[in-house]
């Protein structure tokens, strides 16, 4: 066991006890078994239940509750994050129910789903919150049969005398623990006493999924609720000027239509959104709302230039002449290097705008009166619409509460809060409760995009077909996709890294794996084609690179473990048989880093009447410690069909400021039939701490899937979405 | 407005809503079903799937004036106590990650089995196509879908 300090006192507990008591403001039922099965017996539902601490609430039977308290948005930490606090409490999963706990800053830390860092931020919280109660209830029960804690055992939610008969239940016991100090120093279990952690364990709310109860923010209703819907300006360049409100509110079923502006003196990144006035509609019925929001004729003027795709792309190659280069890195002298190699190569890959597409379009419940806002929704950043609500309203930030729902989808897009400030600022209007609904057109053509890219990659070998020199400069709309300390840094004598942002004036946002998800397909497709020149099987000429980085680095300033890195690939080799040559499968390797996590993949595809499809997909992963191996492995199968998908049906273009896909007819997703037959995937066992995995398991999938591409057709891919460059005809859904 | 007495889930409901009311918001607004969910409004995504008369058909898209005398069957009267065979096999291979695009696949793949007791993958893929899962949970669905097969 080690011994931790806990960074709690009573003060904050009884703060985030008193929320969490009367917080539960959702209109759900709040039970969410955590045992699906009719079958498997539970304890009873209490009759009285027990603060322990903000996690943790204990029923008189000996049921548990565990608060988990940062946002679902698919990636299961509803599951993950109550099991690492059961584990430290040591309580029969079947006995626990876990609860979303609502936005309390003063008390939980990093209420957020992003970056990948739920469960990394919050492991060693968790673990003491768990330890903590644990404690707690010894003490209780030491207390209560005099004797030490020492004298005592607990498991599985049940203290034992060591010496003794007697026994009691963590039910029996929960009354006593309230009143008891909390500890400052608490004991966690050795990473080899786990028992909960590292087994498969369903999800929480699988069977309200799977029965279709209310769970998402769209499924929100409150007495007396009203619904709205908006209308932003047709371009990117466009501002609203006034629209026909007589005549809208005249249509049948609409209550109320106005123009709110959400635009904040000071915002934060959070805040990125492309219109900020915008119409309000309000009624009772989402369909006559969808026919009113047809009736409108509004008039627009033009504020800034109305660009197009062909633009976008000419601005992506100018900016290498005359773009802002935000982040650079130099080893030895590329140029020279470059100049003096035996053989050298230059490619140029490129990716047009993305749209998020969460399958549930945004919306949020807002109930604003004149001293406090209460906000209901999807939020992966809970605590930034609390701030932007804050600003809007002028209100001080107590007087605001934000509930989580389980969210279908995020992958960055709810990162941005316009639509639960836009929520907030038409109920502030109406006087009343309000559920502002998109639809899927608002959605996908109002903004906050994965950005457009275009990096341009050189590497020369010498005349050993060693790597000699290498450089990345990268552009993009805004952003340039280039991590200067990431792999190949650190490998290569001559090495050079320019980041090079360009402008626009398309709003732009996080989107699952930000920039990793281009970069890694671009550097691992360039790096296969390096090995190919140099003559070297496309592992062993990584493995090489990760040696020197091992042995005799370059700078001291790399972001990655080598050894993690060589770890994964040696993995996936293993396990996919790499090198044994079946002649009707075609392969492609790829290997990133990114947030904490190492991954690699092996692309296996086939030709099925001359066209590519992906029969298996190997995985290997270094993620640290893995809390739900079966979940986790679901995460990284979403991540490689996220990747493979998109790198090869989807794009947004645009044409005079306008977002020509509005809606799945034309903006392509990966459909079943497209699907790799197969994703098997291993992970790394070590004590590490957990590091991120919502989105590792993407970014080397758009290499692999490049590279297999390659051995298919013979033909390298350098432009995204592939699909439109296969001259065999897709097999398309 | 007129009046639309419809069959849902095996019970007699009177709804009042414009006749080109599509059967999804029916369900959301008006009968207080809201497990069929919302995707794209144009019979793209499938997250809208039930059954009408048995077969897998996209709500978003279906207006109510042409429902009356139809047998329509939503996520919450797929099955009394939630244990339909496809719902059984979703939490056997627990499937969903958000969740949001489960309930219409499990519609089709529930018809989908009515139809063809024995589906190869090919049977799947076109059966399935019409659902977008966001998540990349397809692998899991087929699997799914195989096991209820056998149930």
């Known amino acids: ?733 | 407005m007129p009046t639309y007495n419809l069959k849902i889930n095996g019970k007699l409901q009177s709804v009042e809503a414009d006749s080109d009311t599509p059967l999804l918001w029916v369900l959301r607004d008006h009968v207080d079903l809201v497990g069929t969910k919302f995707g794209c409004g144009i019979a793209q995504c499938g997250a809208c799937t039930v059954h009408i008369n048995g077969n897998a058909t996209r709500s978003c898209s279906l207006p109510v004036s042409n429902l009356q005398g139809m047998e329509i069957i939503t996520i919450e009267g797929l099955s009394e106590h939630g244990d339909h065979p496809v719902q059984q096999a979703w939490l056997e291979h627990d499937v969903p990650q958000c969740g949001y695009c489960q309930a219409g696949q499990i519609m089709s793949a529930a018809a989908l089995l009515n139809n063809n007791s024995n589906p190869t993958d090919e049977d799947i893929d076109a059966a399935m196509n019409g659902n977008i899962c966001r998540c990349g949970t397809y692998i899991r669905i087929k699997q799914a879908i195989k096991t209820a097969s056998k149930l």
């Open chain 1, 1 to 733: 066991m080690t011994k931790v300090k806990t960074q709690y006192n009573r003060r904050s507990f009884i703060k985030v006890s008193a929320a969490a008591g009367g917080g539960m403001l959702i209109g759900f039922s709040w039970l969410t078994g955590c045992i699906s099965d009719p079958k498997v017996e539970k304890v009873e539902i209490p009759n009285e239940w027990f603060e322990i601490n903000g996690y943790i609430k204990i029923g008189d039977t000996g049921l548990v509750t565990i608060y988990s308290p940062n946002p679902e948005i698919g990636q299961n930490v509803k599951t993950s994050m109550p099991m690492i606090v059961a584990e430290e409490l040591d309580v029969d999963w079947k006995n626990v129910v876990v609860e979303q706990a609502p936005l309390n800053t003063g008390f939980y830390q990093n209420q957020f789903a992003g970056g990948s860092l739920s469960i990394r931020l919050s492991w060693n919280a968790l673990r003491m919150a768990g330890a903590t109660g644990r404690r707690m209830l010894l003490e209780a029960a030491a207390k209560e049969w005099g004797i030490a804690v020492s004298d005592l055992n607990a498991a599985q939610g049940v203290i034992k005398e060591k010496n003794g008969d007697r026994s009691l239940t963590y039910g029996e016991i929960a009354s006593k623990a309230v009143g008891i100090e909390i500890p400052e120093e608490v004991e966690l279990k050795s990473i080899n006493d786990f028992k909960l952690i590292g087994t498969d364990v369903k999800n929480v709310d699988a069977k309200k999924i799977v029965t279709g109860e209310p769970l998402f923010g769209l499924d929100f209703k409150r007495e007396g609720m009203q619904l709205a819907m908006i209308q932003h300006p047709p371009a990117f360049g466009m501002k609203l000027k006034d629209f026909n409100e007589e005549e809208i509110k005249r249509m049948p079923g609409v209550k109320d239509a106005f123009i709110i502006d959400t635009t904040l003196e000071d915002p934060t990144w959070s805040d990125e959104k492309g219109f900020f006035q915008l119409i309000a509609i309000v009624g009772d019925s989402t369909w006559q709302l969808m026919k009113a929001k047809r009736a409108i004729k509004a008039n627009w003027e033009v504020i800034s230039e109305l660009e197009n795709s062909e633009m976008h792309l000419t601005n992506l190659e100018e900016a290498f002449v005359s773009g802002d280069v935000e982040e650079s890195r130099k080893d030895g002298d590329f140029d020279t290097a470059f100049k003096k190699a035996t053989k050298v190569i230059e490619r140029t890959y490129s990716s047009p705008f993305l749209a998020h597409n969460t399958m549930e379009p945004m919306n949020f419940f807002a109930n604003v009166t004149d001293t406090t806002a209460e906000l209901i929704g999807p939020t992966q950043t809970p605590e930034a619409l609390e701030g932007s609500v804050s600003k809007l309203l002028n209100m001080p930030i107590e007087n605001i509460t934000v509930n989580m729902t389980r969210m279908g989808g995020g992958f960055g897009r709810r990162l941005y809060v316009h639509f639960g400030v836009e929520a907030a600022a038409i109920s502030k209007k109406i006087g009343a409760p309000v559920k502002l609904v998109y639809t899927r057109e608002d959605d996908m053509t109002q903004g906050t995009y994965r950005p457009a890219y275009l990096s341009k990659y050189k590497a020369g070998l010498d005349d050993n077909n060693n790597l000699v020199a290498f450089s990345v400069q990268g552009s993009g709309l805004p952003e340039g996709s280039v991590f200067p300390d990431r792999f190949p840094a650190g490998t290569v004598d001559n090495y050079l890294a320019e980041k090079i942002n360009a402008k626009t004036n398309v709003t732009t946002g996080a989107w699952r794996a930000p920039r990793s998800h281009f970069t890694a397909g671009a550097e691992q497709s360039f790096i296969d084609e390096v090995a190919e020149l140099a003559g070297k099987d496309p592992i062993d000429f990584r493995l090489e690179l990760f040696d020197r980085a091992i042995n005799n680095p370059i700078g001291e300033k790399n972001d990655y473990d080598p050894e993690r890195y060589a770890g994964v690939l040696k993995l996936v080799k293993e396990k996919s048989n790499w090198g044994e040559t079946n002649p009707e499968i075609y392969r492609g390797v790829a290997a990133y880093f990114c947030h904490s996590s190492y991954v690699a993949e092996v692309v296996d595809m086939v030709l099925v009447n001359g066209q590519p499809k992906i029969k298996k997909v190997w995985c290997a992963v270094d993620c640290g410690i893995v809390i739900n191996p079966d979940a986790a492995k679901n995460m990284v199968q979403g991540g490689v069909i996220d990747g493979i998908g998109h790198a090869m049906y989807s794009q947004l273009t645009f044409n005079n400021g306008s977002v020509n896909e509005t809606n799945f007819d034309r903006y392509q997703l990966m459909r079943h039939s497209q699907a790799p037959e197969d994703i098997e995937v291993f992970f790394i066992k070590n004590d590490i701490a957990p590091t991120g995995l919502g989105e590792p398991g993407l970014p080397p999938a758009v290499g692999a899937l490049a590279n297999a591409l390659y051995q298919a057709t013979g033909q390298r891919f350098y432009t995204q979405p592939f699909a439109n460059q296969i001259n065999a005809k897709m097999p398309l859904g």
